[in-house]
């Protein structure tokens, strides 16, 4: 019967490997390092239901990879600031200037 290691031990083994997963989605070394703790911790929560005969370095890998796609994910979710912000329209409900037969339905609608 094969028993788990401690898990200290994982990180010190698997930490390089998990930290090159994070290097290659990531550019930006402190996006990385938050991969990489939050791969431990997601880990940390899972490895008591882990099989023992589980590749625990394939598993972490994935994690790494699921963790830094997040991590690029929620930066694409960002605002983007920008130096002038586009004019409001004059009026709220002003029709589009489009001359699509759309627009002339839209237009003819009653307010609500």
């Given at each position: ?25 990531l550019s930006i070394p402190a996006d990385a390092e938050d991969a990489w703790s939050e791969t431990f911790v997601a880990a940390m929560r899972a490895y008591p239901d882990l099989p023992d005969t589980a590749n625990v ?56």
């Amino acid at each position: 019967m094969t028993t788990k290691q401690p898990f200290e031990t994982l990180v010190t083994q698997h930490g390089p490997v998990v930290w090159r997963v994070c290097r290659a989605v990531l550019s930006i070394p402190a996006d990385a390092e938050d991969a990489w703790s939050e791969t431990f911790v997601a880990a940390m929560r899972a490895y008591p239901d882990l099989p023992d005969t589980a590749n625990v370095q394939a598993w972490l890998v994935t994690i790494a990879h699921r963790k830094a796609v997040d991590v690029v994910r929620a930066r694409a979710r960002t605002a983007v600031p920008v130096a002038v912000l586009p004019e409001p329209p004059a009026h709220r409900d002003a029709v589009p200037e489009h001359d699509s037969p759309v627009w002339a339905a839209v237009a003819a609608l009653p307010p609500r």
